[in-house]
């Protein structure tokens, strides 16, 4: 079964620096896409950065990028400049080519002190 | 703006009464999700439609059940809501539109209290 892990149920950041939060999981799969989402309080979940599994290059979404280590299994995602809309719940989430399920992380709670 | 709508944001229900959370799309995906979160844990997947294909997760209790009449709407139906099932409710969408590439779209979900 596939699993993801993050491994910091709570972080928090000063206003403008730069955080990273660490995501894992395990799979036996090759064609797969890994995802990060945030999820403010009582607001809606929305996609943070995209990775195929294919693609060596790290995406980068404006201040948000991650670094895909897939012989690791690993997939962490760093916040630079660091705003107080950044505060959320963030989730990682895992997806096989081809199949329909996405499976979440249990999420880490950022906090950004200003 | 293309999107997901669940209605209601909030519902109250008693205990054992059955309930009916609904979910729009216009974003024409062909796949329908419900997931179930609890406080501060993960979302855990209930049940999704591939177009008319119905696909429950094994775990999913029987208690909970869902209809998809046409593409933009769907229904999760809990016959006899317990205690353990008050959460948060959110329906998704998955597609490709050039914008969401496989992912996932969200609904703000809806947050159930039994009572």
């Known amino acids: 079964a596939q699993t993801v892990t993050q491994s910091q149920p709570e972080m928090s950041v000063q206003e403008a620096e730069t955080v990273t939060l660490s995501c894992t999981y395990d799979?036996?799969?090759?064609?797969?896409?890994l995802f990060w989402y945030k999820q403010p309080p009582s607001r809606q979940m929305i996609l943070v950065i995209r990775?195929?599994?294919?693609?060596?290059q790290n995406a980068t979404e404006n201040r948000f990028s991650v670094n895909f280590q897939k012989a690791a299994k690993s997939f962490s995602l760093k916040i630079s400049d660091s705003q107080l809309g950044d505060a959320a719940m963030y989730f990682c989430a895992y997806r096989i080519f081809g199949n329909e399920k996405l499976t979440f992380g249990t999420g880490t709670r950022l906090t950004i002190i200003p | 703006d293309a999107m997901v709508i669940q209605n209601p944001r909030y519902q109250v229900t008693q205990f054992g009464k059955p309930v009916t959370l609904s979910c729009s799309q216009t974003l024409n995906h062909n796949v329908m999700y419900w997931y179930q979160q609890k406080s501060s844990q993960a979302p855990k997947l209930l049940f999704h439609y591939y177009d008319k294909d119905f696909n429950n997760e094994a775990d999913t209790p029987d208690n909970f059940q869902s209809r998809r009449p046409n593409t933009s709407f769907c229904f999760l139906d809990i016959r006899s809501p317990g205690l353990g099932d008050a959460a948060m409710y959110l329906c998704a969408t998955s597609g490709f539109d050039g914008k969401t590439n496989y992912g996932y779209t969200f609904g703000s979900g809806t947050r159930l209290t039994v009572v």
């Open positions: 799979t036996s799969e090759s064609d797969y896409y």
């Open positions: 990775q195929e599994a294919y693609k060596q």
